[in-house]
């Protein structure tokens, strides 16, 4: 009987309720493991997790079996939940509705990898707001902008 063999690589992108500066460096990378942790209880590959105080990027090896959706809702679940818990911040933090999903191929990784791994330096030159709405138009996704994040300029 032949098995089934694939991977699929997906950035997603998410940002912080009301686009708060909240996600701060003394504890940002603690987060960043945790979520790491969290794709791997899912059997998942994380490929690298990484952003700024208001949004982040995960990059995810994901077997078919997994839906793009259920993944970053566990993911936004289980980290907030992490994040209050820890007390990082006064207050309750929770993630925006909503995401962004994008695939790339194989081929890519390399790419991806080094873009999300450069958030700091990357958004000194260019907004969230900007860089998300790179990301639609370079992947042909058409929206509505009443649907699109709380943004901050």
Do not use: C
Not at 67 to 77: G, Q, Y
Not at 115 to 139: C, G, M, P, S, V
């Amino acid at each position: 009987m032949a098995g089934t063999f694939s991977q699929i690589y997906i950035q997603y992108v998410f940002a912080v309720k009301g686009r708060e500066n909240l996600l701060q460096k003394p504890w940002r990378d603690e987060v960043f493991k945790y979520i790491a942790g969290i794709i791997k209880g899912k059997n998942q590959k994380p490929i690298i997790v990484n952003g700024v105080t208001d949004h982040i990027h995960v990059f995810v090896g994901l077997k078919p079996a997994m839906s793009i959706s259920d993944l970053v809702r566990d993911i936004k679940n289980n980290s907030s939940n992490f994040i209050n818990e820890q007390k990082f911040i006064k207050g309750k933090f929770s993630w925006q509705e909503g995401y962004g999903a994008f695939s790339y191929a194989h081929s890519q990784i390399e790419n991806v990898y080094q873009y999300i791994a450069n958030q700091e330096e990357h958004h000194r030159k260019k907004t969230f707001k900007e860089e998300y709405l790179d990301f639609l138009q370079k992947f042909e996704i058409e929206y509505n902008e009443k649907y699109l994040f709380e943004w901050i300029d």
